[in-house]
């Protein structure tokens, strides 16, 4: 689910429409409703939403885009970021939070330093979504990366951190075997490294796990044990069709109520957290220890069912 959820920040953002208040105290309906709204009408004994008196859940289409032809028809939805796997997640989709992320000091990343150890940096200019930090002042503050979401939970918050740390351990031993090369080239290499490690993880780990072996050979999607695939079409395009990224990769079923904190002896649970205790807050990872023993939880707990059913974390959570 962590690796799923990571692969996907790299490949899939929607544009969203916002500002819209689509539930209103008269719950308009028809021609008194903006065309983008699509408001989710609450009924009045609803077995989670009555007891907080709410009777809509305002929901609003993503921003309008043409079909790839530019024809009039149905619409599409924008994807912002670029389809390929090119950890556009950890450097960032576009020039300006590209430089966002970036020291400009021996090829690596911007780094915030807690408990002596290398973070993500601190978003103090709210540039990531739906920071839930309240009083956001000194460490207790979201954090930044390539991508918005970075804060959504602890799986993301910490893959993006260790793509951090590699990318900045690559960046020093790049810059002590080529003494003549600048920041700009150090960067550039070690994204390649980056950027290369995550693809290499997505089919070989991965993909045979979500798509079975047979479906991957099937499709000629298997990894060679050695050298170089050679068959990348140029004709093809490589845009995420709508139908995969709002669809047929919605695997939310798999995501967990739980995550806990485990420690190396005995696997004793030292604190256990709800999901909808952690949405967009990472704060409860800087304390000295958390991190390992968040990571230690996620690898040691295994994730939902693939079912219909989803964690009313997820489902109640709006």
């Not at 009083?135 to 970075?150: K, L, M, S, T, Y």
């Not at 023993?293 to 693939?306: A, H, M, S």
């Amino acid at each position: 689910m962590q690796w799923g959820q990571f692969v996907d920040h790299d490949i899939t953002l929607a544009a969203s429409t916002r500002g819209l208040l689509c539930c209103n105290r008269t719950n308009a309906q028809g021609p008194l409703i903006h065309p983008a709204c699509r408001p989710i009408y609450l009924p009045f004994n609803d077995p989670f939403y009555s007891r907080f008196n709410r009777h809509c859940n305002n929901f609003v289409r993503n921003a309008v885009g043409p079909k790839n032809s530019c024809n009039l028809g149905y619409r599409e939805q924008t994807n912002t970021v670029t389809s390929f796997i090119d950890a556009s997640m950890v450097y960032g989709n576009d020039y300006d939070r590209s430089r966002l992320v970036r020291s400009f000091h021996n090829g690596e990343l911007k780094i915030e330093k807690i408990n002596g150890k290398e973070w993500l940096p601190f978003d103090t200019m709210n540039n990531s979504l739906a920071c839930a930090v309240r009083n956001r002042q000194g460490n207790n503050r979201c954090v930044f990366a390539g991508d918005v979401r970075v804060n959504q939970q602890f799986g993301i918050t910490t893959l993006q951190l260790m793509f951090l740390r590699e990318h900045n351990r690559l960046a020093n031993e790049l810059a002590k075997l080529n003494h003549d090369w600048n920041d700009e080239i150090i960067y550039q290499e070690a994204r390649k490294i980056i950027s290369a490690m995550i693809q290499h993880i997505t089919y070989n780990e991965f993909l045979p796990e979500a798509l079975g072996r047979s479906v991957m050979r099937h499709y000629g999607l298997s990894l060679q044990p050695i050298g170089h695939c050679n068959s990348y079409d140029s004709n093809l395009n490589p845009t995420i069709l709508n139908e995969f990224g709002a669809a047929a990769y919605r695997w939310h079923t798999l995501v967990q109520k739980y995550y806990h904190k485990i420690g190396i002896i005995n696997n004793r649970v030292f604190k256990r957290y709800e999901m909808n205790q952690i949405f967009n807050n990472p704060t409860h990872l800087y304390p000295v220890g958390s991190l390992d023993r968040i990571i230690r939880g996620i690898l040691k707990r295994p994730t939902d069912r693939f079912d219909h059913i989803f964690t009313e974390d997820v489902s109640n959570n709006h």
